[in-house]
């Protein structure tokens, strides 16, 4: 069974920077759109960034310009770069999977906390 597994979440200050990763337990890596998923307490899960196997990447409007969304497809792994970080970043970040050309999410991550806080 595939697996997606986040790391990197923590406490940041307002202005700093954080680097989010995701390594997928499975085959096929380079054939998925990999992306970055957000959610605050109370809200919707929402849609960060988004990665073709091929590179192509799609950004929230609220991230564009801070956030860097890349991958290795050698590792297996997905990252997320998060710069000029806001309070209102803080939420718990899912790293997802689906086949390209399908609106499905088929892999979730366990989720990982990021808190801008002073």
């Known amino acids: 069974q595939v697996q997606l597994v986040e790391s990197g979440g923590g406490l940041v200050q307002p202005g700093g920077s954080l680097r989010l990763s995701c390594i997928s337990f499975?085959?096929?890596?380079?054939?998925?759109?990999m992306g970055w998923y957000r959610q605050a307490p109370g809200t919707q899960r929402q849609l960060v960034a988004t990665i073709s196997g091929g590179g192509t990447t799609n950004y929230a409007d609220s991230v564009k310009g801070r956030f860097t969304i890349s991958r290795d497809n050698a590792k297996n792994t997905v990252y997320l770069q998060m710069n000029s970080l806001k309070p209102e970043d803080t939420a718990v970040y899912y790293c997802?999977?689906?086949?390209?050309?399908?609106?499905?999410?088929?892999?979730w991550g366990q989720g990982t906390q990021v808190t801008v806080s002073s």
């Open positions: 499975g085959t096929s890596f380079s054939r998925y759109v």
């Open positions: 997802s999977r689906r086949q390209l050309g399908s609106p499905n999410i088929d892999q």
